[in-house]
């Protein structure tokens, strides 16, 4: 999507697991090894065992994430989850001890990869932040159906956060990246004259993810996409504030 072989994005989002959820990347690495120790002995069977495991477990997660986006997290229903990944119960319970356990894991594989895909690796590329964070604005889903739904990350915080303190934990590394991320971009930027000196970037930061979720949250309530059309224009124009002054022909 932004120019990343596949096997560039897989590095990063490996890259993403390891530094903010590193338990869970050697669990990950288990199931790998088990099955390549087993393929010794039978090594037609190699890529049957590889795969089969992570898919079932892949599947368990997506419709857990797609149940938890539409209903939430406390009603979403494990049997709904289940009948839409073609699992069974026993399956589910192999992978993941409980429920909680499940919605942690939507968290750490779907929503935080999710959120890095879209922010962060974009703003490792070098380029003029204040273009790439223009991008990546302009580049927000105004579809009906995304409005209506909002924003996964914010949706799951505003509901979870409050009554589940592993939530909200693993919800904070999510958005302390996201807003680690852009503050670095915009200092880096600062260093080469594209940015204004007088900006805090990590103040910038956290007005830019409040922004963002805050015109969501609005489009959302509304279920109108042009609360966040006109959300999406402000805040690109707030962005092109931000350039050094012998920056802003860049438009």
Avoid at 172 to 189: N, T, Y
């Amino acid at each position: 999507m932004y120019g990343y072989s596949k096997q560039q994005m897989t590095f990063e989002k490996s890259r993403f697991m390891e530094i903010f959820f590193p338990r869970l990347t050697l669990k990950i690495r288990r199931y790998i090894l088990v099955g390549m120790l087993a393929a010794r002995k039978n090594p037609k069977r190699r890529a049957t065992r590889l795969r089969d495991p992570e898919r079932t477990r892949e599947r368990l997660l997506q419709a857990a994430f797609r149940e938890i986006y539409r209903l939430g997290f406390q009603s979403a229903s494990l049997d709904t989850i289940l009948a839409s990944a073609g699992v069974t119960k026993g399956a589910l319970y192999y992978y993941f001890k409980s429920k909680q356990a499940l919605g942690y894991a939507v968290v750490e594989e779907v929503i935080g990869p999710d959120n890095y895909d879209q922010w962060v690796r974009p703003l490792q590329s070098g380029k003029d932040p204040i273009d790439m964070l223009i991008g990546i604005v302009q580049g927000l889903s105004v579809r009906p159906g995304d409005v209506r739904g909002g924003c996964q990350l914010i949706n799951l915080a505003q509901e979870m956060s409050p009554l589940d303190a592993g939530f909200r934990k693993r919800l904070a590394m999510i958005f302390d990246a996201w807003r680690q991320a852009v503050a670095s971009a915009l200092r880096e930027g600062q260093t080469h004259r594209r940015v204004r000196r007088d900006v805090e970037p990590v103040d910038a930061a956290g007005l830019l993810i409040a922004m963002v979720e805050g015109y969501g949250s609005l489009a959302k309530n509304a279920q109108d996409p042009k609360v966040m059309k006109a959300g999406i224009r402000n805040i690109v124009g707030w962005l092109r504030s931000l350039r050094a002054p012998g920056n802003r022909k860049r438009g």
